[in-house]
Nanobody, 124 residues
Framework: HVQLVESGGGSVQVGGSLRLSCTSS?????????MGWFRQIPGKEREGVAG????????YYGDSVKGRFTISQDDDKNTVYLQMDSLKAEDTAMYYC?????????????????WGQGTQVTVS
């Protein structure tokens, strides 16, 4: 049974920062080839925010967050982090950690089989 547990969401003022964490645990969690973050605003589709390929450390960022968000990983802890700086009101969303053993990209939420429960980020 694989679990992705997120933490670090909350409320912050425009221009502020937050750091999200996602720790994977359970059988086969060490086999994840990529981990990352999607976000969803009510009434809209889930959007790929950032991702990292665990073997190479290569990263992906959505256009709306480039230059403001940074994803990193701690292999020893099976954890990925999303440092979010210069936050804008439009970053307000539910943020979901995602992972998978086969990684084809970040454009489609349906490409990911493993999801966390979500953590709310509110910027005002």
């Amino acid at each position: 049974h694989v679990q992705l547990v997120e933490s670090g969401g909350g409320s912050v003022q425009v221009g502020g920062s937050l750091r999200l964490s996602c720790t994977s645990s359970g059988t086969f969690s060490n086999n994840f080839k990529c981990m990352g973050w999607f976000r969803q605003i009510p009434g809209k589709e889930r959007e790929g925010v950032a991702g990292i390929y665990r073997d190479t450390g290569a990263t992906y960022y959505g256009d709306s967050v480039k230059g403001r968000f940074t994803i990193s990983q701690d292999d020893d802890k099976n954890t990925v982090y999303l440092q979010m700086d210069s936050l804008k009101a439009e970053d307000t969303a539910m943020y979901y950690c995602v992972a998978d053993k086969i990684c084809v990209g970040w454009a489609q939420a349906a490409w990911f089989n493993y999801w966390g429960q979500g953590t709310q980020v509110t910027v005002s």
